[in-house]
């Protein structure tokens, strides 16, 4: 990896940057320091008058350094706080103490007039009651496993959320960079300028179609994973750069990599609702597990409110047992959050090549005809999902699921 070289914020000497504290973001960009010296120069020369503002690490809020209490040093880093509030938040979690604790504990002590710290709950806690279901504004198209659909869910909901008329932002938090190359974009300016180099949503978005915006990525995403692991607030990078950009947008729709990251994690803390597509077949199955045991710890280890919307059947063939059986048992564990199956056909798998939507590559198909559901389904109030009436219903009622499928289920969902 070649050396990056900046100047010296300070001095104005060239340097190249070798350790983390050398590069610190301030508003509307990166600031560079040679040395530490140089790093406690910066906020001490001129006090409120030029004086750079530093992010909170906290809150993330931009303030200019005036006491010495809003400069602490935690795990070997120095950290900054805007507010003593803040200051006791990094304090906390330097000892240890999780952010879904230190939400839990802030909120027995404002219900019972009592410091959240002396009334904190000992030993495990239980989760909180799965929210109701709602309909969604960011939807994190979500799995573990591999090739089971999702960047394809992932371009067609956001191009069919769009094509009814509202503006769409899709974000690519996947390396392999697949999003772009399905609509066509280019990455030149891609979510890794974004998250790093801060550079504004803007300025990095791609419009794709009349209402469509991309925000595409490439390999350059695998590096920002060394960013994010070196940031207090790591899980919220994400929604703290978006934050002011995805209120612009009716819907964000985020194509999530099949791996359990601090990317992945950043992705799920900027949504309000999952959308998980499960291939039709039984370790699909099995792998439901894992992401419902990761949204159970978004909410609770994180503090952040999130929810299933939807379990998506993909690669659905009427014709095979296996995804007879697989569908009863998604409909039998997940009920009204078991949407409308995507039927398999090879019109799904040529799309990405001519750089189209399934809409306008192969209009009146059965996966136009699918992700049109998916779409309306969207859009829609969260009703339960009909019994199917089209060729979907047709077959003849599947069996009683296998035991394997059976068990598969009752371990995800225990």
């Known amino acids: 990896m070649s050396a990056i070289r900046e100047t010296c914020s300070v001095c104005g000497e060239p340097f190249v940057v070798t350790f983390r504290y050398q590069m610190e973001e ?3 960009g990166f600031a560079f320091f040679c040395s530490q010296a140089c790093l406690d120069r910066s906020h001490s020369e001129h006090p409120g008058a030029g004086a750079a503002a530093v992010a909170c690490d906290a809150c993330a809020k931009h303030f200019v350094v005036s006491l010495v209490s809003q400069v602490l040093y935690t795990g070997g880093r120095r950290r900054y706080a805007c507010s003593p509030a803040c200051r006791t938040q990094l304090v906390r979690e330097a000892r240890g103490v999780r952010l879904g604790e230190i939400a839990a504990q802030e909120g027995q002590g404002a219900d019972g007039g009592q410091d959240g710290a002396a009334s904190a709950p000992t030993g495990a806690r239980a989760a909180p009651p799965e929210p109701a279901p709602r309909a969604p504004r960011r939807i994190a198209v979500f799995n573990h496993k591999g090739g089971t659909g999702k960047t394809t869910t992932a371009v067609n909901l956001a191009a069919g959320l769009a094509a009814a008329g509202h503006r769409v932002l899709l974000l690519d938090t996947d390396s392999q960079g697949n999003v772009g190359v399905s609509l066509g974009a280019s990455a030149e300016r891609s979510l890794y300028h974004v998250l790093v180099m801060g550079l504004r949503v803007a300025d990095a978005v791609q419009k794709v179609r009349p209402g469509l915006d991309v925000l595409p990525s490439n390999e350059t995403l695998a590096a920002a994973e060394l960013y994010l692991a ?3 607030q790591r899980d919220r990078v994400l929604a ?7 209120d612009q947008y009716d819907y964000v729709v985020i194509d999530c990599s099949p791996s359990l990251s601090l ?5 799920l803390v900027l949504a309000d609702s999952v959308l998980v597509p499960v291939a039709c077949d039984y370790l699909s199955l099995v ?12 909410n609770t280890l994180l503090g952040h409110p999130i929810q299933i919307w939807g379990v ?7 014709r095979a047992n296996i995804c007879a059986e697989a569908l009863q048992t998604l409909r039998q564990h997940f009920g009204p959050r078991c949407l409308r199956p995507i039927r398999a056909t090879t019109k799904l798998k040529e799309a990405p090549a001519a750089a189209r939507p399934i809409f306008e590559h192969a209009p009146g198909s059965h996966a136009d005809e699918d992700y049109r559901a998916l779409v309306e389904r969207v859009l829609g109030d969260g009703q339960a999902e009909r019994p199917a009436t089209t060729a979907v219903a047709l077959v003849a009622p599947p069996p009683a699921p296998a035991t394997a499928m059976a068990t598969a289920m009752a371990m995800a969902t225990a």
């Open 240 to 246: 703290q750069r978006l934050s002011d950009a995805v």
């Open 263 to 267: 990317m992945n994690q950043n992705a």
């Open 26 to 28: 301030r508003a509307g």
């Open 287 to 298: 792998g439901v597990r894992q992401v419902l045991r990761t949204v159970r710890n978004v």
């Open 230 to 232: 070196g940031r207090q």
């Open 312 to 318: 998506l059947p993909t690669f659905y063939d009427a």
